[in-house]
């Protein structure tokens, strides 16, 4: 079982920078795929970034190459996404997700989400 905790959401401006934090609790965070999903209102939930477990290799949606960046620390059971030139488009709630799959089973788990508002 991992229980995730989002933190760092809030208003900022057009052009303007915040940095994301989820925080795992539980076993085995190195094992585990970490993943910023976001959802606006009216809109299907959308994969933002995402990390494998030992963090040697990232993806990204095309809308956010550039702006954004996912990274992790396993010594802290933490994965952030580092926000740059937001956007009022980038307004959603943020969640964070880890999945592995383990002897065969999908284990797959979602934070609470983080507001992120961009707006003037």
């Known amino acids: 079982q991992v229980q995730l905790v989002e933190s760092g959401g809030g208003l900022v401006q057009p052009g303007g920078s915040l940095r994301l934090s989820c925080s795992a609790s539980?076993?085995?965070?190195?094992?585990?795929?970490m993943s910023w999903f976001r959802q606006a209102p009216g809109k299907e939930r959308e994969l933002v970034a995402a990390i494998t477990s030992a963090g040697g290799s990232t993806n990204y949606a095309d809308s956010m190459k550039g702006r954004f960046t996912i990274f992790r620390d396993n010594a802290k059971n933490t994965v952030y996404l580092q926000m740059n030139s937001l956007k009022p488009e980038d307004t959603a709630v943020y969640y964070c997700?880890?999945?592995?799959?383990?002897?065969?089973?999908?284990?797959?788990?979602w934070g609470q989400g983080t507001q992120v508002t961009v707006s003037s």
């Open positions: 997700n880890a999945r592995r799959i383990w002897v065969g089973i999908n284990y797959e788990y």
């Open positions: 539980g076993s085995a965070f190195n094992t585990y795929t």
